[in-house]
């Protein structure tokens, strides 16, 4: 039986704690958040996608205010951290010294040195790693890279993908516009794409973004082009100026030499593939979202399963590196090497 603890509360962390529940062989035997009242139903926060909505029976399990006491206590094997983007560093490497293997939110970190901090600790300490990049287990958006990988519908010509919702208001002390706390729109929103960019076609050679400030929230919008050496033409977009009205839209178009491959979340079908001959259809995909896949797979790493990692730290790291390049080269109006 696999004893895993959950620190922080908020619409992630029941987001975890619904994945972790639905595994066999997983108990979720803890939870921590500095502030009790999480506790009562009427305090939880609420979020911009479903699943988690039904909240952490707390009947079931042990709560902690305090994570060093429940490292210590709740005899755990595993945690997983869904706490505010300043604190991964530390609260990872607290974890890791004491044992425990870590499934951490993304992103990893708010910059290159702490994601470095991260992967050391790991490294000293033999046990398993990983950052929660959803996107990579987004049962289309794994298809689309099995698709591509496979070479059936020969070369990528072009990509673009576009992230766009409004500025998240349902986090404690409203952390997520606080550039400083989140990383503001780039590393809570963007760098869900940039880092499925970095899965798809590996590290660009540079970067060339433009984007828009408003407010307080520094970078609320931009659009990158990421350079690669075979002059495909990959383009993303992230944004949080539209108005609460319009929603969330998440969704990309792959134009291939034999074939283009659409998603859309606000269409349906949400996924088509698009031959030069032939009929569009939509192909079969995993079940479940990519919070349960996401979680499913960091259990058989720790459980010694044999199964190759879909993100390592190394990569998680290199997305940090990608979207700091993309704020330089916003802020400089100048294309950006990568070394």
Known sequence: MLKVGIIGCGFMGRMHYRCWKSLRGVKVAAVCDANPAVAQPAKQAAGNITGAEEGIDFKKVKFYTDAEKMFDEAGLDAVSITLPTYTHAEVTEAALARGLHVLCEKPMALTVDDCRRMIKAADKSGKVLMIAHCIRFWPEYAKAKEIVDSGEYGKVLTASFNRCGSPPNWAADNWFIDEKRSGGMLLDLHIHDADFIQYLFGMPKAVASRGVKWSDWSWSHIVTDYIYSDKKLVTAKGSWLVKPSFGFEMSFIIKMEKATIVYD???????????????????????????????????????????????????????????????????????????
Request: one cysteine or more; a positive charge.
């Open 265 to 339: 979340c606000t269409r349906q079908p949400v996924f088509r593939i698009c031959p030069a001959e032939g009929e569009a259809f939509t192909p079969k995909v995993k079940k479940g979202d990519g919070y349960l896949l996401e979680i499913a797979h960091f259990a058989d790493l720790v459980s010694g399963k044999k199964v190759a990692p879909v993100i390592t730290p190394q990569q998680s790291c290199n997305s940090i590196k990608l979207v700091a390049a993309e704020r330089e080269s916003a802020a400089k109006k100048e294309k950006v090497f990568l070394s």
